[in-house]
């Protein structure tokens, strides 16, 4: 069975700061994706960025980007020019190809400060 | 705006009652999933359809069920109820082709006194 960890319970960061989120994750599958959501306040799951595990190259969405390490297996969330508005809930999230089945993290809080 | 609608969005109820959840996916979608959030935990994934046919599940307790209709909206009955059942109870849409993107809806606060 496929498991998902992050060991931050809760983070913080200055606004305009750059914060990484950990995440790893174990399966024995070769093809399957990787998700980060973020659950504002308002509690909607929101798609932050996701992941093919074929892909080689890190994805990147504006000042969000990951680290993927497939060998490792770690997928960690970094957020560039930290905003307010990053304040929330970040679950990481791994998927089996094939299956659209979503299995999640504990999720780390972030706080970001002014 | 996911385009996924759930009713209601507050529920407030007694222990021992029967409550019933609806998820609308979004339009096209023929998947659908329900997922539970305990306070402070992560999501579980409880149960899957698609086009109307159970596909995976997951954590679901037998006191609860749920289906799919003709117009692909779906319904979660939670039956039976205790006070560890309260909790955000997500819906999740997708088209079905294992792409992996799902849309959540708002959720449902479910809250059992």
């Known amino acids: 069975a496929q498991t998902v960890t992050q060991s931050q319970p809760e983070m913080s960061v200055q606004e305009a700061e750059t914060v990484t989120l950990s995440c790893t994750y174990d399966?024995?599958?070769?093809?399957?994706?990787l998700f980060w959501y973020k659950q504002p306040p308002s509690r909607q799951m929101i798609l932050v960025i996701r992941?093919?595990?074929?892909?080689?190259q890190n994805a990147t969405e504006n000042r969000f980007s990951v680290n993927f390490q497939k060998a490792a297996k770690s997928f960690s969330l970094k957020i560039s020019d930290s905003q307010l508005g990053d304040t929330a809930m970040y679950f990481c999230?791994?998927?089996?190809?094939?299956?659209?089945?979503?299995?999640f993290g504990t999720g780390t809080r972030l706080q970001v400060f002014p | 705006d996911s385009g996924v609608t759930q009713t209601p969005k507050h529920l407030i109820t007694a222990t021992g009652q029967r409550v019933t959840l609806r998820c609308s996916p979004r339009s096209g979608d023929l998947s659908v999933y329900w997922y539970q959030q305990s306070l402070d935990q992560g999501l579980q994934f409880l149960i899957q359809?698609?086009?109307?046919?159970?596909?995976a599940k997951g954590n679901i307790l037998e006191r609860f069920s749920a289906q799919q209709f003709p117009d692909l909206h779906s319904e979660l009955n939670l039956s039976s109820l205790e006070l560890g059942d309260s909790a955000l109870y997500f819906c999740?849409?997708?088209?079905?082709?294992?792409?992996?993107?799902?849309?959540f809806g708002e959720g449902s606060r479910l809250t059992v006194l």
């Open positions: 359809y698609y086009n109307g046919e159970e596909r």
């Open positions: 399966t024995s599958e070769n093809n399957y994706y």
């Open positions: 999230a791994f998927m089996k190809q094939n299956t659209d089945k979503l299995i």
């Open positions: 999740a849409s997708s088209g079905g082709q294992g792409t992996g993107e799902l849309f």
């Open positions: 992941q093919e595990a074929y892909k080689q």
